[in-house]
């Protein structure tokens, strides 16, 4: 049983997963359905994100009975600010108390509800969604669900990113040093520990950004940043740097967001960036849910943005 107490040594971290050219999970090479209206329907009507995460199903929280029953409630269209078309994803450094308060109390309702759990098994297993091309565009689903879990009980909470390439943020955030939860999953229960290097060392893991960020092929980009990804996840240490329990840190969500980020700046910026990952046939499936790389190319078209 891999528990955070029983932790790694650094060689097997986020380095012990297959690259994507070996031959794919059994049973996963499905294709995606064609989406309602050729547009992606993030709304919890969204039969893909039901059977991703069949707690949204079946939960009756505050939030699904207003979404529910929102047609019927007068001047509904004026309920944007309670229900936003896009998840505004903050820098977590901006975050107000309450900001942060919603997020860690969102955080441990989905954990409450077995959703995280169920997350962070899937984690676990081989969806080769490391070391390759794959960690991006999956690991974009996979926030993806994890936020639209989070708006089960806090419609207004998206993703804060933690944002290391700023040089007053190259330490652990201060706000979530005391939050180490204990995450149930379907087959284990993590207790979060961290033990986090000096801000010296981290800035010495981020001074690789400028020159991911200024090259021009998706895998000249991903490749450096995929190293930066792991050495962060190292950095924070702990459960962080085992991949088998890492997301039952909140902080996971914070550094994922952050690459997140950097992947749509880099993707929006200078001509000749607007690559895609070159993934095809079941690499191009993120297993275990039916979304498929074409899915992840616009953030928007998922329900959020970053400011
Ligand atoms: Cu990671």
Redesign the pocket.
Known sequence: MATSKQRRTPDTK?TREPQHKDSPKPGHGKPTEPDHNGKHDHSHGDERLLRSLPTLATSMTFATMVRANIRAIPNWRDLAWLFPVLCHRKDQATLTDTERSRFICAFNMIEADGTLGQLVDIHQDMHMQ?TNAR?LPW?RIYLYLFEEALHNYHPDVCIPYWDWTQPEQQHFPAWLAGVLPIVNTPTRTISVVRSPGSDAQLASIIAGVPTAMSRTTYDTFTSPINGI??SV?VWVGGTMSD?SV?PADPV?WM??AN?DRLWWQWYNGAPGNHQNPALVGSEALMDPWPYSETDTRSIQTLGYTYV
Do not use: P, T
Request: no cysteine; glycine share 8%.
């Open positions: 986020f490391h960690l690991h990804h792991g996840h991949a890492s996971f550094h994922h690459l």
